[in-house]
């Protein structure tokens, strides 16, 4: 009786790890967990092998946007898919990393990638409120000016996609506050790449 039980909790279990195996992320990870909003969320790719991407982020034509450098600063590492979800699985999950999500408030709360936080563009533009941030990040201004980042938290920032500046825009704005580089990683193919490949997404109403 136990053998059949052991049996049936081990067919259980293969069955439910095979139901997201079609299609894999890598040859060895077919979904990982990350918390959003204080709830676990499984990140996965859909399953369906004939979906197909609809709306906004199947479109080939972005008019006056153009293609990003897949290098926006020197000292900048670009990151791919891969590298997002190790970075959410080993610093977000642990609070030791923030991601950044720099799309306007009404993109976010339509949709986002699992873990994101929402900090519009906008924000640079704003002394004060990016002053608050930075001191989120760990952060803070000294008396004579000077950024104290000792305690500084990884970051990775995304907006729409590979066309579209924000990201850059709000990196750059960070390295020129004094945040280092070493501590913030570019998603380029951002929101559109992530839906292309079919990724688990969120609402945030």
Request: proline share 3%; hydrophobic share 40%; net charge positive.
């Amino acid at each position: 009786m136990k053998k059949l039980t052991l049996l049936a909790i081990l067919s259980f279990t293969m069955l439910f790890a095979g139901s997201y195996d079609k299609v894999k992320i890598t040859p060895d990870i077919s979904y990982i967990y990350v918390y959003h909003k204080g709830k676990a969320v499984k990140v996965h790719r859909i399953q369906d092998t004939k979906h197909k991407l609809t709306g906004e982020f199947a479109k080939l034509y972005h008019p006056g946007k153009d293609i990003q450098s897949i290098k926006m600063d020197k000292n900048i590492r670009t990151i791919g898919e891969v590298e997002l979800l190790s970075f959410m699985r080993k610093k977000v999950n642990k609070k030791l990393g923030i991601l950044i999500d720099v799309r306007p408030k009404v993109s976010y709360a339509k949709e986002s990638i699992p873990s994101a936080v929402n900090i519009p563009l906008r924000v640079k533009d704003d002394k004060v409120k990016f002053g608050k941030i930075l001191n989120i990040f760990g952060a803070k201004r000294n008396a004579d000016k000077s950024l104290e980042t000792s305690n500084a938290l990884d970051i990775a920032v995304y907006c729409d996609g590979l066309w579209s500046s924000k990201s850059s825009e709000f990196v750059r704005a960070l390295l020129e506050a004094g945040y280092p580089a070493e501590h913030i990683l570019y998603y380029r193919g951002g929101f559109q790449m992530w839906k292309i490949l079919g990724f688990t997404t969120v609402q945030n109403n």
